[in-house]
T-cell receptor
Framework: KNQVEQSPQSLIILEGKNCTLQ??????????LRWYKQDTGRGPVSLTI?????NTKSNGRYTATLDADTKQSSLHITASQLSDSASYIC????????????FGTGTRLTVIP | NAGVTQTPKFQVLKTGQSMTLQCAQD?????MYWYRQDPGMGLRLIYY???????DKGEVPNGYNVSRLNKREFSLRLESAAPSQTSVYFC?????????????FGPGTRLTVT
C-alpha cells in the first residue's frame, strides 16, 4: 500500500533554534518528493522538490534530504523564525499519471519567542 | 497575477442542500484539481481535469461532480450535502498533468455541513 508517514506530528521550538522533520514513504514506483509549507488558513506552498537522483535541495533556511534506498526524507530548518510556524507536508509522486500524489498528514511546527 | 482563487472562503450548509465551489487560475495552466483536507489525514484528490474538456475521478469522488468550464475555471458541486463532506476544500492547478509539474494551490474553502 502506498503511504507517506511524517514525524513528529507536532513540534514546538524556540526562535533561533534548528529542527528536523521526518518523512518515510512506501510509494513505488517513485518519481519525486516535495515538501510543502501550509500556513494556518492557507493553501500549501512548495518549498523543495527532489527527484530520484537528488539527495539534497536547499531553499534559503530550508534544506531537504532524500535517501531513495531507505525511502526516507528530512526537512531541516535552520535558525527558525516565528514565521516558520506552519504545517509542513511531505508529498510523494508516482512515476506516471495525473492522479499521482500521495500526501503525508504533516508536521505542525510552532516557533515560540 | 492572482494565481489560484477560490470562492467562497467559508460556507455553512444544512444536510441535503446543494452548492458549487468555484475555482479559477490565471497562470494558463492545463491541469486543475480538487482536494479535500480533513484533520489527521493527508489531502485527498476528489476530481481532476488533465486538460480543458476532460475530467476524471480521484480517490474520493462520491457525492461530488465537477465541471471544467473553460481553461481557467474548474468548479466542484455538492448535489446533496452530507455531514461527512464537512472539510476544507482546495483547488490546485499545474502546467501539465504528470508528476514533474508543480501544483499551485488556492487558499481553500472551509465547508461545514450541519
Amino acid at each position: 500500500k502506498n503511504q507517506v508517514e511524517q514525524s513528529p506530528q507536532s513540534l514546538i521550538i524556540l526562535e533561533g533554534k534548528n529542527c528536523t522533520l521526518q518523512c518515510n514513504y512506501t510509494v513505488s514506483p517513485f518519481s519525486n518528493l516535495r515538501w510543502y509549507k501550509q500556513d494556518t488558513g492557507r493553501g500549501p506552498v512548495s518549498l523543495t522538490i527532489m527527484t530520484f537522483s537528488e539527495n539534497t535541495k536547499s531553499n534559503g533556511r530550508y534544506t531537504a534530504t532524500l535517501d531513495a534506498d531507505t525511502k526516507q526524507s528530512s526537512l531541516h530548518i535552520t535558525a527558525s523564525q516565528l514565521s516558520d510556524s506552519a504545517s509542513y507536508i511531505c508529498v510523494v509522486s508516482f512515476q506516471t499519471g495525473a492522479n499521482n500524489l500521495f500526501f503525508g498528514t504533516g508536521t505542525r511546527l510552532t516557533v515560540i519567542p | 497575477n492572482a494565481g489560484v482563487t477560490q470562492t467562497p472562503k467559508f460556507q455553512v450548509l444544512k444536510t441535503g442542500q446543494s452548492m458549487t465551489l468555484q475555482c479559477a487560475q490565471d497562470m494558463n495552466h492545463n491541469s486543475m484539481y480538487w482536494y479535500r483536507q480533513d484533520p489527521g489525514m493527508g489531502l485527498r484528490l476528489i476530481y481532476y481535469s488533465a486538460s480543458e474538456g476532460t475530467t476524471d475521478k480521484g480517490e474520493v469522488p462520491n457525492g461530488y461532480n465537477v465541471s471544467r468550464l473553460n481553461k481557467r475555471e474548474f468548479s466542484l458541486r455538492l448535489e446533496s450535502a452530507a455531514p461527512s463532506q464537512t472539510s476544507v476544500y482546495f483547488c490546485a492547478s499545474s502546467e501539465g498533468g504528470g508528476p514533474y509539474y508543480e501544483q499551485y494551490f488556492g487558499p481553500g474553502t472551509r465547508l461545514t455541513v450541519t
